[in-house]
Protein backbone atom coordinates (compact mmCIF):
# COMPACT_ATOMS: atom_id res chain seq x y z
CA UNK A 1 0.00 0.00 0.00
CA UNK A 2 1.12 3.58 -0.95
CA UNK A 3 1.42 6.75 1.12
CA UNK A 4 -0.82 9.56 -0.10
CA UNK A 5 0.53 13.15 0.31
CA UNK A 6 -1.97 15.87 -1.26
CA UNK A 7 -1.88 19.30 -1.37
CA UNK A 8 -4.51 21.72 -2.59
CA UNK A 9 -4.10 24.27 -5.42
CA UNK A 10 -6.22 27.48 -5.17
CA UNK A 11 -8.35 26.15 -7.84
CA UNK A 12 -9.61 23.72 -4.99
CA UNK A 13 -8.33 20.28 -6.97
CA UNK A 14 -5.48 18.64 -5.07
CA UNK A 15 -3.11 16.96 -6.32
CA UNK A 16 -2.13 13.81 -5.34
CA UNK A 17 1.17 12.09 -5.11
CA UNK A 18 1.37 7.99 -3.85
CA UNK A 19 4.55 6.76 -2.70
CA UNK A 20 5.88 3.52 -2.95
CA UNK A 21 9.33 1.34 -2.46
CA UNK A 22 9.50 1.43 -6.47
CA UNK A 23 7.65 4.16 -7.72
CA UNK A 24 6.90 7.67 -7.22
CA UNK A 25 3.25 8.88 -9.19
CA UNK A 26 2.84 12.30 -9.42
CA UNK A 27 -0.63 14.01 -10.73
CA UNK A 28 -1.62 10.88 -12.68
CA UNK A 29 -2.07 8.00 -10.45
CA UNK A 30 -1.99 4.64 -11.11
CA UNK A 31 -5.35 2.36 -11.51
CA UNK A 32 -5.14 0.84 -8.57
CA UNK A 33 -3.54 4.35 -7.20
CA UNK A 34 -5.13 6.13 -4.51
CA UNK A 35 -8.17 8.27 -5.20
CA UNK A 36 -7.75 11.41 -2.71
CA UNK A 37 -11.65 12.71 -1.50
CA UNK A 38 -11.84 16.19 -0.23
CA UNK A 39 -14.21 16.85 2.83
CA UNK A 40 -17.62 18.56 1.85
CA UNK A 41 -18.65 21.20 4.22
CA UNK A 42 -22.63 22.33 4.57
CA UNK A 43 -23.23 26.25 4.32
CA UNK A 44 -26.13 27.56 6.05
CA UNK A 45 -27.73 31.15 6.59
CA UNK A 46 -29.16 33.83 9.35
CA UNK A 47 -30.28 36.94 7.30
CA UNK A 48 -32.11 40.07 8.24
CA UNK A 49 -33.57 42.32 5.44
CA UNK A 50 -30.44 40.34 3.55
CA UNK A 51 -30.68 38.15 0.34
CA UNK A 52 -28.47 36.24 -1.87
CA UNK A 53 -28.20 37.78 -5.05
CA UNK A 54 -28.31 34.77 -7.63
CA UNK A 55 -27.03 31.51 -6.88
CA UNK A 56 -26.90 30.37 -2.96
CA UNK A 57 -23.94 27.93 -1.95
CA UNK A 58 -25.67 25.08 0.47
CA UNK A 59 -21.91 23.31 0.32
CA UNK A 60 -18.21 23.68 -0.21
CA UNK A 61 -15.18 21.90 -0.69
CA UNK A 62 -12.59 24.50 -1.11
CA UNK A 63 -13.77 27.21 -1.78
CA UNK A 64 -17.29 29.59 -2.46
CA UNK A 65 -18.69 32.51 -3.48
CA UNK A 66 -21.80 34.50 -3.86
CA UNK A 67 -23.39 38.01 -3.26
CA UNK A 68 -24.85 39.52 -0.65
CA UNK A 69 -28.26 41.84 -1.57
CA UNK A 70 -30.20 44.12 0.76
CA UNK A 71 -34.08 44.22 0.52
CA UNK A 72 -36.10 47.09 0.28
CA UNK A 73 -35.76 49.11 3.57
CA UNK A 74 -32.16 47.83 4.39
CA UNK A 75 -28.67 48.83 3.56
CA UNK A 76 -25.68 46.17 3.29
CA UNK A 77 -24.12 45.56 6.88
CA UNK A 78 -20.69 47.21 7.29
CA UNK A 79 -19.33 43.84 8.76
CA UNK A 80 -21.23 39.95 8.68
CA UNK A 81 -20.26 37.33 10.66
CA UNK A 82 -18.40 33.68 8.92
CA UNK A 83 -17.34 30.60 10.97
CA UNK A 84 -15.68 27.68 10.06
CA UNK A 85 -13.40 29.37 7.04
CA UNK A 86 -11.43 32.02 5.83
CA UNK A 87 -13.63 34.92 4.32
CA UNK A 88 -13.93 38.25 2.73
CA UNK A 89 -16.67 40.97 2.62
CA UNK A 90 -17.30 43.86 0.66
CA UNK A 91 -19.75 46.27 2.02
CA UNK A 92 -20.32 47.97 -1.10
CA UNK A 93 -21.13 45.26 -3.48
CA UNK A 94 -22.12 42.35 -1.31
CA UNK A 95 -19.50 40.20 -2.59
CA UNK A 96 -18.36 37.33 -0.11
CA UNK A 97 -15.46 34.84 -0.52
CA UNK A 98 -14.87 31.58 1.48
CA UNK A 99 -12.00 29.48 1.16
CA UNK A 100 -9.99 27.14 3.62
CA UNK A 101 -13.37 25.74 5.60
CA UNK A 102 -12.73 23.66 8.44
CA UNK A 103 -16.37 22.48 9.76
CA UNK A 104 -19.50 23.26 8.59
CA UNK A 105 -20.03 27.27 8.17
CA UNK A 106 -22.69 29.56 9.05
CA UNK A 107 -23.15 33.24 7.68
CA UNK A 108 -24.90 35.77 9.79
CA UNK A 109 -26.01 38.88 8.02
CA UNK A 110 -27.79 41.37 9.55
CA UNK A 111 -29.29 44.60 7.22
CA UNK A 112 -29.47 47.94 8.42
CA UNK A 113 -32.82 49.38 8.38
CA UNK A 114 -33.34 52.94 6.72
CA UNK A 115 -35.61 55.58 7.94
CA UNK A 116 -39.30 55.24 6.77
CA UNK A 117 -41.14 58.18 6.09
CA UNK A 118 -44.58 58.35 7.52
CA UNK A 119 -47.30 60.51 6.09
CA UNK A 120 -50.58 61.06 8.06
CA UNK A 121 -53.49 63.41 6.54
CA UNK A 122 -55.20 64.79 9.48
CA UNK A 123 -57.24 67.49 7.38
CA UNK A 124 -60.74 65.43 7.53
CA UNK A 125 -60.05 65.93 11.91
CA UNK A 126 -63.26 67.76 12.98
CA UNK A 127 -62.06 68.01 16.44
CA UNK A 128 -58.86 70.28 15.27
CA UNK A 129 -60.36 73.62 15.48
CA UNK A 130 -61.78 73.14 18.70
CA UNK A 131 -59.16 71.22 20.59
CA UNK A 132 -56.38 71.37 18.24
CA UNK A 133 -54.76 67.84 16.94
CA UNK A 134 -55.30 64.79 17.95
CA UNK A 135 -53.80 61.51 16.41
Do not use: H, W
Amino acid sequence: MADVIYKARESGTYTAVAVDTDNIYTDSLPTQGVVVTLPSYAISYVLLGIGVDGDCPTEIESTASFKLKARSGYLLPETISVTNVDFTYDNQTGDVSLASPTADIVVTAIGIQTARTVKLDISNNKRKKKYGFFL
